[in-house]
């Protein structure tokens, strides 16, 4: 019941997403299908929001790319401009999920393999006597980081460039939608309003 209320006042940045608090609403099933109306499967997440629910949720960070996932709600009457955007966006987050989990894994490894060969080189063992994993000062760590850097700066340009061309489209789209809405709200004014 707590994590329900926590969860209804939750601060999130838009009142169209709701965080999820708990795990307590994980669903083992792996979540609803995505039939007009109804929550989009929750493909590979460990949460679901409630099949109720009207908005889109956010997710807890995933443990690959520290990215906090996002369900997108689809609504019933759903016009295929709406399922554009909507799709775009899923396929945003898919290419952000797929590049930082990518990124992430690579740099961990290339950091413990930097981590142990500077060891080796001092004649260190990668755990002390005490049985705790030994470290580097931060000089050397930031020999690391400048390497790392360096050496992938043009996939994090180019992902970059595909970021920006991606979100021009989504915010291009979200135009698009707004005004369609805005039509449709005038349209249904005009009509009601002559009855």
Same mark, same amino acid.
């Given at each position: ?37 109804? &929550? =989009? ?5 460990? /949460? ?7 908005? +889109? ?25 709406? &399922?554009?955007?909507?799709?775009? &966006? ?5 290419? +952000? =999920? ?8 690579? /740099?961990?490894?290339? *950091? ?14 990668? &755990? +002390?006597?005490?049985? =705790? ?21 043009? *996939?994090?340009? =180019? ?8 979100? /021009?489209?989504?915010? /291009? ?23």
């Amino acid at each position: 019941m707590a994590a329900a209320r926590a969860l209804r006042g939750g601060g999130c940045c838009c009142h169209r997403h709701r965080c999820l608090l708990s795990s307590s609403f994980s669903s083992a099933g792996g979540g609803p299908t995505a039939e007009r109306g109804e &929550r =989009q499967e929750s493909a590979g997440l460990d /949460f679901s929001p409630p099949a109720h629910s009207r908005n +889109d949720w956010i997710g807890p960070p995933d443990k690959h790319s520290n990215l906090r996932p996002v369900i997108f709600y689809v609504p019933p009457e759903e016009s295929p401009l709406e &399922r554009r955007l909507r799709e775009a &966006r899923q396929e945003a987050q898919a290419c +952000d =999920q797929r590049f930082w989990a990518r990124h992430n894994r690579t /740099f961990r490894q290339e *950091k413990e393999e930097f981590i142990y060969s500077r060891l080796k080189a001092k004649g260190l063992e990668i &755990r +002390d006597e005490t049985g =705790q994993k030994a470290t580097l000062n931060a000089e050397e760590m930031a020999d690391f980081y400048k390497d790392f850097l360096s050496k992938n700066f043009r *996939k994090h340009m =180019q992902y970059n460039r595909d970021w920006y061309k991606r979100n /021009f489209t989504i915010t /291009f789209l979200m135009g698009q939608v707004a005004l369609a809405r805005a039509l449709r709200w005038l349209r249904w004014k005009k009509k009601n309003v002559g009855n």
